[in-house]
């Protein structure tokens, strides 16, 4: 929702300043619209309804999965698209993957979104508009920044966007930033107040494999991202979440597991192999290849787990939905 549009149609309307935080209550708690909402005035309910949208994006396609994940494809108020995913695991866990730009301004050459058009950031309402999608759904207890977009690119937007999940039910410490190592972006986040966990997609053990998968290690490279990482949990006490995507004959060699786990101070990381969704560009590794990278991580001390894949048959990686309808 536009908050901005619902605090100038309440003023306007010479509602008290209160009105606000009832209408986010009722929205932060899964409402299905203005009808619901039994403590405004049933007048102020009817003009909401007309004036402000409850929500900045609209549902341009949804696809669901057997093991229960439904993405969503959204269009903004601007015909933006952009893409979420609710995740449901056996273990009663609810996390939201959202997007934090339309497209996105880096390359990465195994990203479909890397491949489409940079539209623009999302608004800090947009951000949260998916998420609430799903809580009208059910209950959601996770938020990951793993759809489209570099969040450290829009982070003033990102921070606003944590800064109120916790209303919908999301701790800032099951809500977790994943970055290429955009490093000012870094930064920040160790530097501000909400306690959100970070994601490194790291994807490469030295910068020449890294820059070629990712160009924006040639601006960050390797060295640095690691140090800026360093200044995050020195001053968070937090381990960072190290994402690599396991590409066969690409970056999933013994010595790309041995040039990892040098790299790494197994007390601050935790690497999450991820299975390759596949764009075209590249074949993922098979399991045996990605059960041997993790096993000579384990060797030198540095826990590695393999992320489950969800929702597979329906696209559901970075930028898919969207490649597709476009
Ligand atoms: N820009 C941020 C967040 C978005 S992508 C980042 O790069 O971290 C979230 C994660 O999905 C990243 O680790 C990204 O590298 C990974 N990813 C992108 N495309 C993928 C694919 N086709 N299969 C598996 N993982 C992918």
Known sequence: ???????????ESGEPAYRADQVWRWVAGGAAGYEEM?????????????EVPFSTLTVAAEAKADDGTVKTL????????????????????RSVCVSSQSG?????????????????????????????????VEAIDHVVFMGMGEPTMNVDNVLAACARLPDVGVSNRRTAISTVGWVPGIDRLAECELPVA??????APNDGLRSQLMPVNDRYPLA???????????????KVFVEYVMLDGVNDHPEHAR????????RAYKVNLIPYNPTGAYDGSPPEAIERFRAILAEQRITATVRLTRGREIAAACGQLAASAA
């Open 1 to 11: 929702m536009d908050r901005n549009l619902l605090q100038s149609t309440l003023a």
């Open 224 to 238: 640095e991202v690691l140090a800026a990482c360093r200044r995050y949990i020195e001053r968070r006490r937090r």
């Open 104 to 136: 996105c301004p880096l390359t990465c050459t195994f990203c479909a979104t890397g491949q489409m058009q940079f539209g623009r950031n999302l608004s800090a309402d947009e951000i949260l508009d998916q998420a609430l999608h799903f809580r009208r």
């Open 198 to 203: 970070l994601a490194l997609s790291l994807h």
């Open 74 to 93: 959204f269009n903004t108020a601007d015909g933006r698209p952009l893409e979420a995913v609710l995740m449901r695991y056996r273990d009663g866990r």
């Open 38 to 50: 039994t403590n405004l005035p049933a007048a102020l309910r009817e003009r909401l309804a007309v």
């Open 259 to 266: 040039e990892l786990a040098r790299l790494l101070d197994p």
